[in-house]
């Protein structure tokens, strides 16, 4: 990650080591943090702040293996993964896997 020059922001450099030493306490960590952590992760990748999911090509666009999603809220952790050969790589697929994660983030938060 030091590569990356995630850490280069020190105010995310902060963020991150406060993240990393509460995992390595190994408290328990109330599942609202736990989703203000992931939050705060997909924030250093780009998206903006306060965001509460993802939908990603593994390992590239131009290349799909997979597609993948995760979402937390609520306390709630839900990550899809769709891997099938000849994917796209398109909007309409990233778009119906992000469906099929509004749902199966819906069933798991009981709703």
């Known amino acids: 990650m030091k590569r ?55 390992p590239t666009r131009e290349n799909p293996k997979a597609i993948n999603g995760q979402t937390c809220s609520g306390g709630r952790f839900t990550s899809v993964q769709l891997v099938a050969p000849n994917l796209s790589g398109s909007d309409e697929e990233a778009s119906r896997l992000s469906s099929v994660l509004t749902k199966a983030h819906e069933r798991n938060r009981g709703a």
């Open 4 to 58: 990356s020059g995630l850490l280069d922001d020190p105010e995310t450099a902060r963020k991150l080591e406060a993240a990393r030493d509460l995992i390595a306490s190994g408290k328990e960590i109330a599942p609202d943090r736990a989703c203000e952590l992931f939050s705060m992760l997909l924030e250093v990748q780009g998206l903006p702040a306060g965001s509460s999911r993802t939908v990603n090509l593994i």
